[in-house]
């Protein structure tokens, strides 16, 4: 690439930059930043996922952290375009620090730093044998009684956890869970998923019938595998769930299906957890150095407690437990909430003839999946995206450069683009009675999901219903459940056969509580969130996700979860991690959060 003014300014800057790091000058480091510049660093400085705010706060940290870090080799990425857009310059870079080597993003104004992203991409020694390092597979030479690929996996499938333990147990298989899974296996780390389910995958095929996908599927891909290039857009649940379960084979996933984790509990003497496990009726004690808790983004459903639920004579569950619509034809559904979940179970109800009524209690932020693919994703994850070069590695960290603190600034146009060009679908929902919301700022749906977890839908087809009155609407608190259906508070009785709980998901840190004990729940605080002092988000701010694929209060636990993307992004760090203490290579953690224990579930 030749060099551009543009090119020369971030070669100047990052040259600036490194000479202060190499002679420890830490002040003159912070100042090749913007005062209220940001530096958000996935391990490769910290030894966390944290973002710096400020120039006080990059001072802070590079005084803990600059010895042991020692970075050197900052330069730009020749085989990326330096571009300009608004009088912002964007860029590349590479650099390494004295255990790893990392990949880097920043953005300039007025030639000083207003965004730079600090990724560790591998550990020296240590890096994953794929590419070019890629294992040979078949053992070269002549030798005599040695064992073939076939023999060697089923060694190894029945000796863990038995003859050998695992340095990590993974609890959950979902995508979450699988996509760790995968992450660890390239380092070599040896790992056990336990999942609950009899086959990889059941944690989307047990979900209704209906449920697709709203995310595409460039948005999608697990590591190392993209899905071929005649995968849907959208992927139906079953289609998902033969996916994972292939992935899990291809892999080699050492995976234990049918498998309960009863307890869990670490001892502080010897730094090693002690799991007992119900493995399709066998009892099985592990012992393993690190846990993770893969149990999805959120935790334990949700299910609020009414008076008179025990009175009603019909069915009544809650959205994770939703069979589909076929044994309701008919009959009266009433669907509680007015999210994803809910939307998708009033459709499926509507297509098999049920008469269902959605209850919406507090607003709602909607999003039409078509908007939200040309005018969100496009530039990162589309057809489009791909055929300009680019990868799904170079979208998640693009989008990883953005700091929380500034997802605002960045989402909002996105937002008011999407809001006037789907105004007239706007206005029929509110025209029908549907109470819509834009998410807090107007900044939309992603930073929803972020600061909650709730409170949007991704319209795949239901809100035509809604408009049209085939999808009923009421509105309104639950006073009661009687025997033949709901009473509101403002006194309406709603009858039904079937009520439906889509009324979400508490905090992860509700498994710890079950598996661990509530003393560690406590310990670690909520997960999820950024502390943004929004509706279910409180402070203070965190300007990270809360314990999310990074370490916590509790020592050698972790949580992971999330979509596909972030499921597929995070695990790479947090597979980092993991191996960094598995070879006994220092990590020192800079900027641990304090523990918060307000639910926002």
């Known amino acids: 690439m030749s060099d551009t003014n543009e090119s020369s300014t971030v070669r ?112 020296k020694g240590h890096e994953e044998q794929s590419g070019h390092n890629r294992p040979l597979g078949a053992q070269p030479g002549v030798n005599k ?60 095929r047990n979900r209704y019938k209906s449920l697709c996908l709203h995310d595409p599927v460039w948005y999608d891909h697990l590591p190392y595998l993209p899905f071929p290039k005649t995968w849907p857009v959208f992927t139906p649940k079953d289609k998902i769930g033969d996916w994972l379960e292939m992935y899990t084979k291809v892999m080699e996933l050492n995976y234990w299906t049918s498998s309960v984790c009863k307890s869990a509990a670490y001892d ?59 044994a309701y034809k008919g009959k009266k559904a009433l669907v509680i909430g007015s999210n994803n979940s809910a ?12 008469d269902v009524t959605m209850i919406q209690r507090s607003t709602t932020h909607i999003v039409r999946s078509e908007s939200l693919i040309e005018h969100g994703l496009r530039p990162l994850y589309s057809e489009k995206a791909a055929d300009e070069g680019m990868t799904t590695e170079k979208a998640d960290l693009t989008f990883a450069s953005i700091p929380y603190g500034l997802l605002p600034e960045f989402q909002k146009p996105v937002y008011d683009t999407i809001r006037e060009h789907d105004k007239d679908f706007y206005t029929s929902l509110e025209k029908a009675g549907f109470k819509l919301d834009y998410g807090v700022g107007d900044t939309g749906l992603f930073l929803k999901y972020l600061r909650r977890g709730s409170g949007y839908y991704i319209d795949v087809g239901a809100s035509q219903l809604v408009i049209d009155g085939q999808i009923k609407l009421a509105q309104g608190q639950v006073q009661e459940i009687v025997e033949d259906g709901v009473l509101l508070a403002d006194g309406t009785k709603l009858e039904a056969d079937l009520i439906v709980y889509a009324t979400g998901y508490n905090s992860m840190s509700g498994w710890v509580a079950d598996l661990i004990g509530q003393d560690v729940a406590d310990k670690v605080g909520i997960c999820w969130g950024l502390g943004s002092e929004t509706p279910k988000d409180p402070g203070p701010w965190q300007g990270e996700l809360r314990n999310m694929w990074k370490p916590t209060q509790q020592a050698a636990m972790w949580f992971h979860g999330g979509n596909l993307h972030q499921s597929r992004h995070y695990s790479q760090y947090l597979a980092l991690q993991i191996k960094a203490r ?5 990590t020192p953690v800079y900027g641990l959060p304090e523990t918060h224990n307000i639910d926002h579930g």
């Open 12 to 123: 100047a800057i990052l040259a600036q930059f490194q000479d202060a790091l190499s002679t420890g000058d830490v002040d003159r480091a912070a100042e090749c930043f913007l005062e209220t510049g940001y530096w958000r660093d996935l391990l490769s400085f910290t030894w966390n996922i944290k973002t710096m705010e400020g120039r006080t706060a990059i001072v802070d940290m590079l005084n803990a952290q600059l010895k042991s870090v020692k970075p050197s080799q900052f330069r730009i990425d020749d085989t990326e375009q330096v571009t300009e857009e608004d009088g912002v310059i964007s860029a590349w870079f590479n650099f390494e620090t004295s255990v790893g080597r990392g990949r880097g993003h920043l953005r300039l104004k007025d030639k000083k730093i207003w965004t730079l992203l600090t990724s560790l991409s591998e550990l």
């Open 145 to 204: 009684n040695r064992t073939n690929w076939k023999e060697d996996r089923e060694h190894e499938l029945a000796d863990l956890g038995y003859g050998t333990q695992p340095y990590t147990i993974i609890i959950g298989g979902g995508q979450g869970g699988i996509a760790m899974g995968a992450r660890l296996r390239q380092l070599g780390v040896p790992t056990i998923i336990l999942d609950k389910n009899k086959r990889p995958g059941d944690s989307w």
């Open 268 to 326: 502080e003497a010897s730094k090693e957890w002690s799991i007992e496990v119900d493995r399709d009726g066998e009892k099985v004690s592990l012992k393993a150095k690190q846990l993770v808790l893969a149990t999805g983004m959120s935790g334990k459903p949700n299910i609020p407690e009414f008076p008179g639920a025990d009175q009603f004579k019909g069915d009544q569950h809650h959205s994770s437990k939703h069979p589909g619509p076929d």
């Open 343 to 354: 939307h998708d179970i009033c459709a499926a109800l509507w297509e098999n003839d049920v």
């Open 582 to 586: 598995m070879e006994d290579i220092p």
